[in-house]
């Protein structure tokens, strides 16, 4: 795997996209967050235990984006070089401290756009996965402030209804979630094809 960032010395990168979702550069991720932040490549996960409990994740409260709001299990951005899946098994571990396995893409096209009341933007090509966990999490403070594990059934409606709040993205994602069926652990593979060109195995990433 080759790397394009050095997060032990806080130079983590992220890839740029073009609006067809090609790499289009790189840039430092302390630097891509703010008023006009420039597209560019993430992704979301949300992993299930045996019995199809979601694993939820309360945003670590230093954070720059969305500070103490709960979400999905984990989400991050892939290296210049680094395939996607590995992205998640890697920023899952980080993150966590337990591993994904089954890691399975669902949503190959989601793509969001929110806005903090502070001004902060976020703008991404963010496919969405799908994988397994065994274990409770022993989460880095610095990610993660807490965490749950919920039906996700419940957890569903509940968003959808507007009764439980979580980030712009997982909300949007649960809306697109549920149209796969009721059983996350029955959710289709989606085509790898369908991905953004930067993001797919024979995708060309720019090198720092």
Known sequence: MLMGSDERSGMEQ???LTETGEANGVLAKS???HSETPLHLAFSSYLFDGAGRLLLTTRARSKKTWPGVLTNTCCGHPAPGEDIVDT?????RQELGVEATEITLVLPRFRYRAVMPDGVVENEMCPVFRARATGDPAPDPSEVDSFEWVNWTE???DVLSGRRDVSPWCAEQVAELVRLGPDPLAWPAADESLLPPAAQRNGVHPMA
């Open 155 to 157: 957890f569903a409606e």
């Open 88 to 92: 998640v098994g890697r920023r899952v």
């Open 31 to 33: 630097e891509v967050h």
């Open 14 to 16: 992220v890839i740029l």
